[in-house]
């Protein structure tokens, strides 16, 4: 449940949800019967399902209380995909795994069409998995449009340049203590200004061009060609992290004018 507000799924929105306890798994079944109970399965393709997910030839037959963590792992993340669903929430998918099982979760779940929200630690794994990351950060959510070492290097950058504008922050600093203080200042202003103007400039340009898109994908016509709607759908996306960008550049710079 959500601390606040609501959830509100889209209507085709199907939601398959991996937990870290794998509550339905029932001790007392083999594994074999833990799919074929589950799912209308013949046994043939039961077997073939569980071999996937490295349980072979009398594997299928122990007890899910016999197994150990990761084998549980994989059972419950296999029950998810085979649901049928096509938006996958995934809490640490990857724990008490051991490498060749982390290979085969990441190649079902590489291969899987529909949309993964996953929570894990294990930064590999999500270089191999993701493609976007969503940061939590004091001032908000961050959206990088990559993988862990994406964002990772964004960062890095991000950190570099936090600390170029401390530096020279300092150096405008020392300025102030060998020039006029006034003069300074006001020179410091016209620079944020001009910057402010360059902001502005760029989130009308950027508004417009949202406002263009949004009228392309609102056009049933643009879906007949998959590859330019998804193309579309992802300039649209990233226009918009884009401006979230461009508008809190933007309220910085006009507290800065103001102060």
Sequence with gaps: EPDQGQIKPGSRVDIGY????????????????????????????ARTYLGRMLFSEDDVFKKISSLSGGEMGRVALLKVILTGANFL??????????????????????????????VSHDRYFI?????KVIAVANTGLEYYWGNYSYYHEKLQ??????????????????KLRNNSEEKEQQRVQRRIRRELDEVESQIETM?????????????PDTYEDIDKSRTLTNEYQQIEADLANAYARW???SEAVLN
């Excluded at 508004?207 to 056009?219: G, P, Q, T, V």
Aim: glycine share 2%; aromatic share 6%; proline share 3%.
């Design 127 to 131: 270089d191999q998995v993701a493609d």
């Design 251 to 253: 309220e910085e710079l």
């Design 18 to 45: 991996f937990s870290q306890e794998h509550e339905d798994l029932n001790p007392e079944h083999t594994l074999l019967e833990e799919i074929l109970y589950s799912f209308d399965l013949t046994v043939e393709q």
């Design 207 to 219: 508004e417009d061009r949202k406002s263009e898109l949004e009228a392309f994908l609102s056009d």
């Design 157 to 174: 950058e991000k950190t570099s340049f936090i600390e170029e504008e401390k530096r020279l922050i300092k150096k405008e600093k020392e």
């Design 89 to 118: 929430l995934l809490d640490e998918p990857t724990n008490h795994l051991d490498i060749q099982s982390r290979e085969v979760v990441e190649e079902m779940l590489s291969q899987f069409p529909g949309t993964i929200l996953m």
